[in-house]
């Protein structure tokens, strides 16, 4: 008995852990977002509260890449100590354990590609509109499962999810079966793979590409 309370109390541990860094990773990106939109739109009007604005997005790029990558660590914890404590074969009998854990492979997934972008090109992902937008279209979806998985683990711990009405909106049923199968679910996986590989490797080209058609016009 008191071995699984202590493995409860670990898991509850990594829990909390992925959720506020992850949630910290995504206010940043949201930082960002509004220090780029703020520049775009409104320049440096704004005085004290512009000058704010902009030191918080400077320190929110290294924030984003540290945050996400302990948030990345404590979902695969979160993962070990969840498996400890309910049996495997309940695991992949359960229909509602089975939709964690696709929720969270897909949240690992679109963090992991996330953090690759930022470490291969740091600040200067954040200069570019189309880098931009997928920096924050992989958060967001990473973040989005993320949420997700953890409702779900509400409700497999028998607690009423903040989400659930929303679930209720969309006629989801937890307790089922997902709405996509397995099969899908890996080849899902896998092109999300391909595509985030993709992306790291020829970003680089994609951003020379975008910089030089724009420059070509003011020769």
């Given at each position: 008995m008191t071995e699984t309370?202590?493995?409860?109390?670990?898991?509850?541990?990594?829990?909390e852990l992925h959720g506020g860094m992850l949630t910290l990773a995504a206010v940043c990106i949201?930082?960002?977002v509004l220090d780029i939109l703020w520049g775009r739109f409104l320049g440096d009007r704004g005085g004290i509260l512009r000058?704010?604005?902009?030191?918080?997005?400077?320190?929110?790029?290294?924030?984003?890449l540290l945050s996400a990558f302990g948030g990345v660590v404590g979902l695969a914890l979160s993962g070990i100590t969840g498996s400890?404590?309910?049996?495997?074969?309940?695991?992949?009998?359960?229909?509602i354990a089975l939709n964690k854990v696709m929720v969270s492979i897909f949240a690992t997934?679109?963090?992991?590609?996330?953090?690759?972008?930022?470490?291969?090109?740091?600040?200067?992902?954040?200069?570019?509109?189309?880098?931009?937008?997928?920096?924050?279209?992989?958060?967001?979806l990473g973040y989005f499962f993320s949420i997700t998985g953890g409702s779900i683990g509400g409700t497999m711990a028998g607690k009423e999810s903040i989400m659930e009405p929303f679930w209720q909106f969309l006629g989801v049923d937890l307790h089922s079966s997902w709405i996509l199968s397995s099969d899908v679910v890996l080849v899902l996986i896998g092109v999300v793979n391909v595509v985030g590989i993709l992306l790291i490797v020829f970003s680089n080209r994609i951003l020379e590409s975008v910089t030089s058609s724009r420059k070509a016009p003011n020769k």
């Open positions: 309370v202590d493995l409860i109390a670990v898991h509850s541990v990594t829990v949201g930082i960002k000058r704010t604005l902009k030191k918080a997005s400077e320190y929110s790029t290294p924030t984003i400890s404590i309910i049996p495997f074969e309940t695991i992949s009998s359960s229909p997934e679109f963090w992991s590609i996330m953090i690759a972008m930022n470490m291969v090109f740091q600040e200067s992902a954040w200069k570019n509109r189309q880098m931009t937008a997928l920096m924050v279209l992989f958060g967001g």
